[in-house]
């Protein structure tokens, strides 16, 4: 091989490797597909981190630790709906005075993409400022549909 050929050779492995890169950056950043993160549907992880609901007969969730990125948040995020058992929403709508209320946005981080669309169709949510929670590094908001047993939450580092 003549020098030219392998000049062009070099050059051509040293390219590879940094186009590689490049593209898993961009990959990484814009987050897995729709089809890559799914929602979970266990309750125990909720209940623990919401005990005043009680036990819940149902849950559509997703945490924002629910994917293969490369640099995980060191921060959870835990988002999604959730079903009282029966009577929970009454005992709770009886003691406390909740106002109407409903969620500022509908799902606007990645991780959540495989909840838009879900959920109670007309919810009539109603929320109480008591239930929810704000501190140093943790924030839990729950909203609940009047009209089901159904509750929206989204909650920041909620076992913290």
Not at 2 to 31: F, H, N, T, Y
Request: aromatic share 12%.
């Amino acid at each position: 091989m003549d020098r030219r050929k392998w000049i062009v050779a070099a050059a051509g492995m040293a390219v590879l490797p940094i186009w590689w890169v490049m593209r898993q950056g961009a990959d990484a950043s814009e987050g897995p597909s729709e089809a890559e993160v799914e929602w979970r549907t266990d309750t125990a992880p909720l209940e623990q981190a919401f005990p005043l609901l009680g036990p819940l007969t149902n849950a559509q969730w997703v945490s924002s630790r629910d994917d293969d990125r490369t640099l995980p948040s060191p921060e959870l995020v835990i988002s999604g709906f959730c079903r009282l058992g029966p009577g929970k929403l009454a005992e709770l709508t009886a003691a406390h005075a909740f106002v109407s209320e409903g969620p500022a946005d509908d799902f606007s981080s990645w991780f959540e993409r495989p909840l838009v669309g879900e959920g109670p169709k007309d919810p009539q949510w109603i929320r109480l400022q008591e239930l929810d929670r704000d501190g140093s590094g943790y924030t839990t908001n729950l909203w609940f549909d009047r009209g089901g047993d159904t509750v929206r939450f989204w909650a920041l580092n909620p076992y913290g």
